[in-house]
Structures are given as C-alpha cells and as structure tokens.
C-alpha cells in the first residue's frame, strides 16, 4: 500500500510512522508513506498555504491551489491507477472498524490534512472522495487524525501483525468487545485469574471466552447487538 500524506506539519508523523508496527510494516514491505509539505506547492514567495474567508470572519481557511497542486503531483506519479483521497474532517462520516476494513485493501490512499478554519470548499467538493472524522470533536489539525486511521488500516494489512488470530478475535470484529484478558500472575493484590483459564481445558476456556464477550457486549455497547441496518456507521 502506498499512503500519500499532504500536511503543514510534516514532522509530526517521525514519532508514530517509525516505531512498532508501523515501522516493521513499512520494513516488510507491507506499506510505504510519502509525506509532502503542503507549502512545497505554494507558488508564492512567502509560502502561504492560508488566506482570509471570504465573506469575513474568524480564522483563516487553507487555500485550493497548493493542495490541488499536491494532489494532481501525487495522482500523476501513481499514474492511473485508482487511488482514495481522504479528506479529514470533523463533518465527516464516523470512522469504524468495517471503515478501517474497508481502505485496508486499498493500494493508493492520500489523506489531506486540514487547519486553522479547514480547507476551501472546493477541495472537499473536487479532490476528496470521502470526509472521515474520528469523533465528533474539533482538533487542530488533521495529522492526528491521519495517524489514527493509519494506525487502524496498517494492522489489517494481512501479514503485518505477527500473529493473525490477533484479528479474528478482537472488538468489533462481528459484533461483539473483546473477552477480557489475564496474564502472570495468577493472584495480583488479592485478585485471582478466573479459574477456568488456568484449568487447560480449550472447550470450556472457549465457552467462558465467548459468554464474557457476549456480556461485555450487553453491557458496554449495546448498540452493536443492534441489526446493523439500524445502526450510524
Ligand atoms: C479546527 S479544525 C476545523 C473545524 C471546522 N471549522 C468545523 O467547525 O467543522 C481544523 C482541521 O482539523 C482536522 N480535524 C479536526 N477535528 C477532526 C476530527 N474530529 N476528525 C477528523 N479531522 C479533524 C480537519 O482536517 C480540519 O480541517
């Protein structure tokens, strides 16, 4: 997979792309970033990636050109083929799992990074084909954002995690939370590990697996026990 990134703040993706899985996946081959600094493609003098709003107003908006610019440059070296172009943005569709699913098992993704007051309305109404927003707050930019949805797409990559049945059993996966996890020592300040996941007995360490993940479910979300037809993705 390819992610092309397009950000005023090209630094703040060292810490998170490399270390852990991110860094292994891109040392496997699995995936490789190219990060581009928006007032690269400025064509003024000062760089400017901003202006005022028309009509007035608070804050300052992000100009088309450079990330048009940005944009067509990275479409042109990917040459045809397809790619996604998300734009981050608190208006946007929720991400999910299922969304994480989804782009996965794309080739080509460009995310697009908005500041102060957001993008130009013409980016989202030309260049983006989705708006995702990762909860409905308002952060300062789209980097952490991006990082987020990175970090969720990267792992669904088959052969990224080590051990793939690390996918197949976690939350949201279905439509059930994850069954709680124990591990040494067996008796922590006076709080003991279940007995059944110490007695070696699969079946019925299965059986416990799935209940407490069927209660957890109930209890904590039980919104995704819902028909997903009446459920806001
Ligand atoms: C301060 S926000 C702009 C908020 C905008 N004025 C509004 O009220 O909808 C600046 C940028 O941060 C990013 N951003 C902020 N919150 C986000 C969220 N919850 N999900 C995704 N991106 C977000 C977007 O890229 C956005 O363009």
Not at 75 to 86: G, Q
Not at 105 to 116: A, E, Q, R
Not at 192 to 207: M, T, Y
């Amino acid at each position: 997979m390819n992610i092309d990134i397009v950000t005023i703040f090209p630094k703040m993706f060292d810490a998170v792309l490399n270390e852990s899985i991110i860094k292994r996946a891109q040392a496997k081959g699995k995936v490789k970033f190219h990060i581009h600094d928006l007032r690269d493609y400025t064509l003024d003098k000062h760089r400017k990636v901003d202006d005022r709003p028309f009509g007035g107003g608070a804050g300052m908006v992000m100009r088309p050109e450079p990330i048009f610019n940005c944009v067509e440059r990275i479409k042109s070296r990917i040459k045809n083929k397809k790619a996604k172009t998300i734009l981050l943005c608190p208006q946007g569709k929720k991400f999910t799992h299922s969304r994480a699913k989804k782009f996965s098992k794309l080739k080509n993704l460009i995310f697009i990074c908005g500041h102060y007051e957001g993008v130009d309305e013409r980016v989202r109404r030309r260049l983006a084909d989705e708006e995702v927003s990762i909860g409905d707050y308002v952060l300062t930019g789209g980097e952490l954002p991006a990082m987020v949805l990175i970090d969720a797409i990267i792992r669904l990559i088959p052969g990224v995690l080590g051990d793939k049945n690390s996918l197949n059993f976690e939350s949201f996966e279905g439509n059930l939370l994850e069954h709680p996890h124990y591990t040494r020592p067996a008796n922590f300040r006076k709080m003991d590990v279940p007995g059944v996941l110490l007695s070696g007995d699969h079946n019925k360490i299965e059986a416990w697996r799935r209940e407490e993940s069927a209660k957890r479910t109930k209890e904590r979300r039980p919104d995704l026990l819902q028909p997903k037809f009446g459920r806001k993705e």
